[in-house]
């Protein structure tokens, strides 16, 4: 979206407590088009506090006109919700260039008035001195001494999950972005399904499926919920068993989970993200990141370095928080603890990541053909809380990973 008064307008129409900070008019914007929106979007905030499009459509009826007809407008506003890229901490500078496009604006307009001889040469040079002297008295980002303590007594929301341990530890909160990391085969995918299983009760979950099959994703699922062996999910050994594996199947429909299994893009994964927090605060796992579409002509870096950053970004703007998989180097040393230096491909995982998990079996080589395996849980990074490890058993034939002591138990 390269048109500045259509990134205003869509902002305002996703975050309308914007308008709070909004310095320009309806004046301002040259389209007839958008200068109708604004002023409409601005009555409605004006009087409910908040944006609503159909509210627009059912209750200003009477505002709508030939030039602005409602079908029209609606389709206009439906338009700016899908295309708008948020960025919110750049609002003010989205103002200020739609100011500065208005005064050239005004400016052409005085010149072209002095060519054709309809204002004088004095009345031109007094209308450009009068255009200089504008400006907009844009929010210095001050906060007064109310809103501060108000800011830093505010009550962080953490995300809780059945790993209390890991949980205490990790003291993940809401608008984090999370990386689980471990080297392949050591059950990245399958934990995420375990914190996706036991979120879903509560959150909103979108899970980004790029690495194995969805019906490989549900199976796990529904193992992990059930605990019931994987082999018998498409082959139950008794009609209690089969009856017990269908409703935990109606369960699972219940969850608040959205799988998206074919590949994506930040700009895709953003869209589903905004589209979804819209009805309360979201949880997305990504897996994995090494997987997500990017652009041709960069390096692997790069591209890695670009996505991760605006990931981070979305963790911010919106209401939402992100659990992103990682790989491990392949040249690390498996015997050896995991670090976060061994991210692999870029450098930005580590500095974007609020927290960075990194899972580890010392064993791994002679585990390989054990049902159960015990997986020690490294906290590399934490901004929220403190470093540490916890243990637990992952159960190949359920998927599900349990919290025990480091003697087992």
Known sequence: MNNIEDVILGHLLLKPELFKRTVITDKHF???????IFKLLKKQYDEDQTINIIGLAENYKNEFNIKNPINEVINKLTELLS???LQVNDYDYFQEVLFNKYIDNEMMVSINQFKSQQISKDQLLENIHSLESQNIKLDDNRLSGKEIFQLINSKNKNINFRFKKLSDTANIQEHDLVIIAARTGLGKSGFCLNLLED??????????????AE???YQRLISINSKIDMKYLDNPATDYQENFIKKTCDLMASKKIKVYSQGQTVATIRKK?????KKGHTIAFIDHVGLIKSRKDSTLYENLTEIVKELR???LDYDCTIFLVSQLNRSADNKQLPKISELKDSGELEQSATTVILMHDENQEKNISKDK???TFLIGKNRNGSLGM???EYNKLTQRFDEVSKNGN
């Open 273 to 277: 993200i905004m589209n979804e927090t």
């Open 313 to 315: 970004q979305i963790s």
């Open 199 to 212: 979120l879903s009760d509560k959150y909103n979950c979108l899970y980004f499926n790029m690495e194995i």
């Open 30 to 36: 040259l389209n007839e088009r958008n200068k109708f």
């Open 390 to 392: 916890t243990h637990y």
């Open 373 to 375: 395996v015990p997986i």
């Open 83 to 85: 295309e708008t890229f």
């Open 215 to 217: 019906k490989q994703l």
